[in-house]
């Protein structure tokens, strides 16, 4: 196994680690890249940081999002991606170098899966706290960091989203902190809930009306599964 993935080493792929914890913290600011033909500005370009940095409402210091209307926000202010899922695409794209950070995502976490996190688990972290909101999306600048433009469905079939946290306390965070679990939201609606209510499970009223009913949920998911049911 490629000896960037330390903490991968003698563990068993896609189970939960006894000990929830950051294992990379990457941050970016915007930059102009080509696509076909024109400038873009994206900050998907995260770079993997030593030492410890302040979390706050909107970001990481020395992070930024090129695109706050999609990106960004207090309910998008850090994107944490599993790093079990790393092996995975490794082997679906074996010829890319895949460093810590090139989902996008702030943290590169380790013991924290879609399939096992709730929307609106809150935990705390270094001295911050944060509160998981949703998973991750992908747009057309996920194809862009990656050079191909099937990443995005591919992303989004693997069920492999990453997810948001909403920071409810400032504070500072570094590689090797761990996750300490505050509370357990008891709606029962998974990371993994969403994605597939969005991709592969649309016509799934129950969950949708939990989903709805899940305050820590944005509002405009909420919205979007009540025209959902309506049509229906």
Not at 92 to 99: Q, R, V
Request: charged share 30%; hydrophobic share 35%.
């Amino acid at each position: 196994m490629d000896t960037s993935w330390p903490y991968l080493k003698n563990k068993t792929v896609n189970s939960q680690a006894a000990t929830v914890k950051i294992i990379s913290i990457n941050v970016g600011r915007p930059r102009l890249v080509m696509r076909d033909g024109e400038p873009v500005s994206t900050g998907i370009f995260k770079e993997p940081i030593a030492g410890r940095v302040m979390l706050r409402t909107l970001n990481l210091d020395g992070d930024r999002q090129a695109d706050l209307t999609v990106h960004g926000g207090p309910e998008k202010a850090v994107y944490a991606y599993p790093s079990e899922h790393y092996p995975f695409w490794k082997r679906e794209l074996p010829d890319m170098d895949l460093p810590w950070g090139v989902f996008g995502e702030n943290f590169t976490t380790e013991g924290m899966l879609e399939t096992e996190t709730n929307v609106g688990d809150r935990f705390r972290i270094g001295s911050a706290e944060v509160m998981v909101t949703q998973p991750r999306m992908p747009c057309y600048k996920l194809g862009i960091r990656f050079g191909r433009t099937d990443i995005i469905k591919r992303f989004l079939i693997s069920e492999r989203s990453g997810f948001y946290f909403k920071v409810l306390k400032e504070g500072d965070v570094g590689a090797g902190d761990e996750f300490e679990l505050i509370e357990k939201n008891a709606s029962g609606v998974r990371v993994v809930d969403v994605t597939r209510l969005y991709s592969s499970d649309k016509r799934n009223v129950e969950l949708m009306r939990r989903a709805i009913a899940t305050e820590a949920l944005p509002s405009s998911w909420r919205e979007y599964f009540q025209k959902r049911i309506k049509g229906l």
